[in-house]
């Protein structure tokens, strides 16, 4: 089966910095994506890692690391706006670019 | 401007109907996809379609059914067969690698 592990909340300060860790274990792995959904809204794309290492854009980056099965999202300079719930998503090999989600971190950024 | 547009936002069914949501793209994808997400849950696929007249079960395609006659088009039927049919529904597609979504339907069966 496929499992994919995020903490199910985080709180920080505004004008701090976060990371947000996800652990995964599944059959396959072409890739691992971060979004942003904010409450009733649709998920948008935040980053895309296929390869070990960081990827940074603007106050937002991700890491992989491929032989542990982990990834991390930081993001530096909070704001209030980045009061979301974060989700780490797995393309599975075998076609279809199919993802497979963990459950989302909210994340809350108090004054 | 390009992008996924779902229709209803919001929709209301009794229990026993079926119901259809509507998904068009205009970014020229060929893959298409439908997920159900629940409170405290992840996305959880329900089809997915990487070509017209074809596609393929989720992990939950139980009580549910899609066509894919156009390539812009990839509605999501929910049967009364469906258990539990309360939830927010979103679309998406995908290009190379990246799904885009669409703003999502919540639909209340009561």
């Known amino acids: 089966g496929q499992n994919i592990d995020q903490p199910t909340e985080m709180t920080a300060t505004e004008g701090a910095i976060v990371q947000i860790n996800c652990t995964y274990q599944?059959?396959?792995?072409?890739?691992l994506f971060w979004y942003q959904q904010h409450a009733g809204e649709a998920p948008t794309f935040l980053s895309y890692n296929v390869l070990d290492g960081l990827e940074e854009k603007g106050r937002f980056s991700s890491f992989l690391s491929r032989s542990k099965g982990y990834s991390y999202l930081l993001l530096k300079e909070l704001q209030m706006k980045d009061s979301a719930s974060y989700l780490c998503?797995?393309?599975?090999?075998?076609?279809?670019?199919?993802?497979?989600f963990g459950t989302g971190t909210q994340l809350k950024v108090e004054l | 401007d390009g992008g996924i547009t779902q229709s209803p936002k919001y929709l209301f069914r009794k229990e026993g109907q079926n119901v259809t949501l509507s998904c068009e793209q205009n970014l020229n994808h060929d893959a298409m996809y439908w997920y159900r997400q629940d409170p405290g849950q992840g996305l959880r696929l329900i089809y997915y379609s990487q070509i017209v007249n074809d596609f393929q079960k989720g992990d939950i395609a139980e009580g549910y059914s899609v066509s894919r006659e156009k390539k812009e088009s990839f509605p999501l039927t929910v049967t009364s067969a469906q258990k539990n049919p309360t939830a927010f529904y979103l679309c998406?597609?995908?290009?190379?690698?990246?799904?885009?979504f669409g703003p999502g339907t919540r639909l209340t069966v009561t």
């Open positions: 998503a797995v393309i599975l090999t075998g076609g279809g670019n199919k993802l497979t």
């Open positions: 599944t059959s396959g792995f072409n890739g």
């Open positions: 998406a597609s995908s290009g190379i690698y990246e799904q885009y």
